[in-house]
């Protein structure tokens, strides 16, 4: 049965209050309307769009959220972090339109720095693998996991990025960190 408009915008409101990061589109099909109706509805609400929800709930410590390369569009400080980079014309070779492999390390280093709860968090080493070329066009999605909170200065992250379910990057950043983590993650294979 369909929602009225002022229920629509009730359920609307509550949803992204439990889910700040959830998007205009994934908003569309949840409540079977077009993004430009929850666009419309947001703005009646005065409900910011996703950049700027992002912007006010997520507590980036290591470095401003607009120096993170892509999108960041979920956070959860010395766990998790999902960030999602649209390749465009300036992310590809001009020859033959495949992205640069330094914008997925980017992608993938500033969302190992990002999820790091600590205002001084550098990679101090990392092993990546290219595993496909993306192309123009294409979205990114770079997935970040604290794999290890060492009792030292040191976080491990592992990142893992896609294209659709494609992995097309995959890498393990060691971060410099200047405080001791508040909760350790055990990692299952560390002795």
């Avoid at 959830?22 to 949840?30: F, G, H, Q, V």
């Avoid at 077009?34 to 419309?40: A, G, V």
């Avoid at 700027?52 to 993170?68: D, G, T």
């Avoid at 066009?137 to 491990?156: L, S």
Wanted: glycine share 4%; net charge negative.
């Amino acid at each position: 049965m369909k929602k009225t408009k002022k229920e629509r915008q009730k359920l609307l409101q509550s949803t992204i209050e439990e889910m700040p990061f959830i998007t205009d589109e994934e908003l569309a099909k949840r409540f079977e309307v077009s993004i430009q109706t929850i666009r419309l509805d947001r703005m009646e609400l005065a409900i910011p769009e996703l950049r700027e929800r992002i912007k006010s709930v997520a507590m980036v410590k290591a470095l401003p959220i607009e120096e993170v390369i892509g999108e960041i569009i979920d956070l959860e400080l010395d766990k998790r972090a999902i960030s999602i980079l649209d390749i465009g014309g300036e992310h590809v070779f001009s020859r033959n339109r495949i992205a640069r492999g330094h914008h997925l390390f980017a992608q993938a280093n500033s969302l190992a720095v990002a999820v790091i709860n600590d205002e001084l968090a550098l990679t101090a080493r990392s092993e990546i693998k290219f595993t496909r070329q993306v192309k123009q066009g294409e979205r990114v999605v770079a997935k970040a996991h604290v794999i290890d909170n060492h009792y030292n200065d040191r976080t491990t992250v592992q990142v893992d990025s896609y294209v659709e379910n494609e992995q097309v990057f995959s890498g393990v950043f060691d971060m410099f960190r200047s405080n001791q983590p508040k909760g350790d993650v055990d990692n299952e294979n560390s002795n």
